[in-house]
């Protein structure tokens, strides 16, 4: 898989937690070098509340003034008005702030009940005379929002106008990401974000797809995508964490699903085990059974992505496992599926004609008192030699004819 972006930066690798849609934050007076209330809103998202031993972190500007805010200089909302600290103590409405520098910290106390998801956060800024002091010089600046409520970094535009006091919210600009790569022909693909549906597509003829995703928040996510076929066979899912770019497209390339692998639930042995299932046109699917004894085989995919095989050893009675991946003969490999559990169940029907009799007798006979027996079903119990107990095992299920 190959990520890029117009800026051509390293994209980091980190899990993210979800931080809401929408943050402002109102002045008073937005006019150079005058003091101004800050009421900054943030919008609780169905899922995201802020909830006990979590914080709110703001970041002024270096260019602002940020005066030693108090308890008594501030208040927080969220549906419920909350008890203001200079330092926590337990109580289901305290918070306690924190100031140093340019940083103000805002933290849920032990006991702290969280208000309904969904409930907006209004923290104000300067109740009492205490206000922190706009900026010299007129222009956009850019105050930073993170925490461990949402612990990713948003930034809010704060405008500063020369002899005018007004108010108004510049929308955060945002990203977008594009997902090209192979499945198999007319799969359903599906990409989610952070476990919710954000897009799909089908991939045509020749197992191509290519879907962008618009409007995403720039910060990290988790992307997931999986391919489904008419029949509802899925293939697993892939996951990747992207740092979406504002005002920049990511692309994700060279994606290559793993193939689908449709295998029976259990098997009479010596039957040479069936397999198939969907992959990348004209592609080589590599499965590998997992046991007493392993296995490698391959199979060349159809212009339909249609591929199947039989395993080409007997396999050792009971459990096992199967897994695979898909070549698609340009040097791409997917990765290996999630392994498949079957069974292998014991049969005394040695030449497979769904009759226990003369003929596989024979057979038995052929390899009786062999250890390692030239035809290794004749050893039914597949202990080791064919003896006594393989003989009476057949006659148990002898059925004549």
Not at 29 to 46: C, G
Not at 74 to 103: M, P, W
Not at 233 to 242: A, D, E, G, M, Q
Request: glycine fraction near 8%.
């Amino acid at each position: 898989v190959i990520f890029s972006s117009p800026l051509g930066q390293l994209l980091p690798q980190k899990a993210s937690a979800a931080w809401p849609e929408s943050i402002q934050d109102t002045l008073s007076d937005s006019r150079e070098n005058v003091v101004s209330k800050h009421t900054i809103i943030i919008d609780q998202t169905a899922g995201t509340t802020f909830e006990t031993g979590e914080n709110i972190i703001i970041t002024f500007p270096a260019q602002f003034t940020v005066p030693a805010f108090t308890a008594s200089d501030v208040s927080l909302n969220d549906g419920t008005a909350r008890t203001i600290l200079n330092s926590c103590s337990a109580g289901a409405n305290n918070v306690s702030i924190g100031v140093s520098g340019q940083v103000v910290t805002f933290t849920a106390c032990s006991g702290y009940t969280a208000e309904t998801a969904g409930n907006p956060i209004s923290i104000v800024l300067g109740t009492g005379a205490t206000l922190a002091t706009n900026p010299a010089n007129s222009g956009i600046y850019y105050m930073d929002t993170n925490g461990s409520y949402g612990d990713d970094q948003r930034g809010i535009a704060l405008a500063i106008t020369e002899g005018v006091a007004l108010t108004f919210t510049i929308p955060f600009p945002t990203g977008n990401v594009r997902f090209t790569g192979d499945a198999f022909p007319s799969a359903f693909v599906t990409i989610l974000d952070g476990g919710a549906v954000v897009g799909t597509t089908t991939a045509n003829s020749t197992s191509f797809f290519d879907k962008t995703i618009t409007g995403l928040s720039p910060t990290t996510h988790t992307f997931s995508i999986f391919a489904q076929a008419n029949d509802g066979r899925k293939t697993i899912t892939l996951s990747f964490n992207i740092n979406v770019i504002s005002g920049s497209t990511v692309t994700v390339s060279g994606i290559l699903l793993p193939p689908i692998i449709t295998v029976p639930s259990q098997e009479k042995r010596p039957v040479f085990f069936p397999e198939s299932g969907l992959a990348r046109h004209n592609s080589t699917v590599n499965t590998f059974i997992g046991g007493k004894t392993s296995t490698n085989d391959s199979a060349t995919s159809k212009s339909s992505g249609k591929w199947s095989l039989k395993a080409d050893i007997i396999l050792h009675l009971g459990a096992h496992t199967i897994s695979g991946l898909v070549n698609d003969g340009f040097g791409n490999q997917s990765i290996l599926t999630t392994p498949k559990n079957f069974t292998i169940l014991l049969s005394a029907d040695l030449n497979i004609d769904n009759l226990v009799q003369l003929t596989d007798f024979s057979i038995l006979m052929f390899n009786y008192a062999r250890s390692n027996p030239p035809n290794k079903a004749a050893d039914i119990n597949d202990n080791g030699p064919v003896d006594l107990v393989d003989f009476s095992v057949m006659m148990f299920y002898w059925t004549g004819g």
